[in-house]
C-alpha cells in the first residue's frame, strides 16, 4: 500500500517535471543555450548531495549485516537445545551440540573482528566469555548427559546473559 502510493507519486513527479520543462523551453528561449559556467554550480551541487547521501553508506550495511548476525546468535542460543539435555540422549544430540556450538563460535568470531570499528567490543567480549564457560561446561561433560540435564539452570543462565547482551549491542549499534 505504502509503495503503491510512493510510485504513484514519483510518476506524477515526473509528469509535472516533464510539462514544465517542456512549457519552459517554448516560453524561454534561451533555456538550452546555458553556458558550462552557468551550469557548474548546479554540477558542484549534485556532486555534494550525492557525496552526502553517500557518506558513511558502506559504514550503515556493516551495521546492518552485524545485527542480522547477532540476531542469528540469539535464535542460537534462545534455543531449548541450547540448554535443555534429557539423560537418555545419544550420539546423534553430541554431533549437534558440537556443529551448533562451531556455528556460535563462527558468529562471534565475524562480530570479534569488526567489534572495534562497530564500538561494540566490550559486548562482543562479555559474549565470547560467556560462550566459552558454556562450552567448557558442556564440553568437559559432552558424554555424561545426566550431569548436564541436571545443569539446566547454569546453562540456561548462560543462555539468557548472552541474550540480553545480544539485545544491548543490537541498541548500542544505532546509538
Keep these: ?35 558550462f559556467v552557468q551550469c557548474l554550480p548546479l554540477l558542484f551541487t549534485l556532486v555534494i548531495v550525492f557525496g552526502a547521501a553517500q557518506y558513511k553508506n558502506d559504514f ?36 549437534e551440540i558440537n556443529t551448533n556450538n562451531r556455528k556460535i563460535q563462527n558468529y562471534i568470531t565475524i562480530l570479534q573482528e569488526y567489534a572495534k570499528q562497530l564500538n561494540i567490543d ?14 567448557t561446561l558442556v564440553g568437559d561433560h559432552i558424554k555424561d548427559f545426566d550431569y548436564l540435564a541436571k545443569s539446566e539452570k547454569e546453562l540456561q543462565k548462560y543462555s539468557e546473559n548472552i541474550d540480553t547482551k545480544c539485545e544491548f549491542i543490537i541498541l548500542q549499534l544505532y546509538k
Design 122 to 135: 566490550e559486548g562482543v567480549e562479555y559474549i565470547s566469555n560467556e560462550f566459552k564457560n558454556y562450552k
Design 60 to 95: 550503515r550495511k556493516h551495521k546492518d549485516h552485524a545485527e542480522r548476525i547477532i540476531f542469528k546468535l540469539q535464535e542460537l542460543v534462545i534455543s531449548e537445545k541450547f540448554y535443555k539435555f534429557d539423560s537418555d540422549q545419544n550420539e546423534t544430540r553430541e554431533k
Design 1 to 35: 500500500m505504502k509503495n503503491k502510493f510512493y510510485n504513484i507519486c514519483f510518476i506524477i513527479g515526473i509528469i509535472l517535471s516533464i510539462f514544465l520543462l517542456i512549457v519552459n523551453i517554448y516560453a524561454n528561449e534561451d533555456f538550452l543555450k546555458a553556458s
